[in-house]
């Protein structure tokens, strides 16, 4: 069983910068990937950001590429997404989401996962706001 915790939310005005983290707590923690999901007022969760877990390759939605950086800090079991030039419509609660399983087949392929079906643990969620 793997618990995802984030934390880092708040307030901040466009232009701010916010940096969200999401610790895994597990015995062991072997993820292929973990990514960032958010889900504004009245919208479906959208997919934000994912890394691999062994090599730190990541995937970025078009919406924040450029803006958002994802790491991890393997030894922490942590993932973090930087947050830069925030804008108002990226207002959200915030999720981080571990893929365990490595049966999938885009893992063959090297393919970071982009639904949320792909993943199999889930955070509670922060939220993130930003004033104009």
């Known amino acids: 069983q793997v618990q995802l915790v984030e934390s880092g939310g708040g307030l901040v005005q466009a232009g701010g910068s916010l940096r969200l983290a999401c610790a895994a707590s597990a015995r062991t923690f072997n993820a292929y990937a973990m990514g960032w999901f958010r889900q504004a007022p009245g919208k479906e969760r959208d997919f934000v950001a994912a890394?691999?877990?062994?090599?730190?390759?990541?995937d970025y939605a078009d919406s924040v590429k450029g803006r958002f950086t994802i790491t991890r800090d393997d030894a922490k079991n942590t993932v973090f997404v930087q947050m830069n030039s925030l804008k108002p419509e990226d207002t959200a609660v915030y999720y981080c989401?571990?893929?365990?399983?490595?049966?999938?087949?885009?893992?063959?392929?090297?393919?970071?996962?982009?639904?949320?079906?792909?993943?199999?643990?889930w955070g509670q969620g922060t939220q993130v706001t930003v004033s104009s």
């Open positions: 989401a571990a893929d365990i399983r490595r049966d999938r087949l885009y893992q063959r392929v090297g393919n970071l996962p982009r639904v949320e079906s792909q993943y199999d643990y």
């Open positions: 890394i691999r877990w062994s090599s730190g390759v990541a």
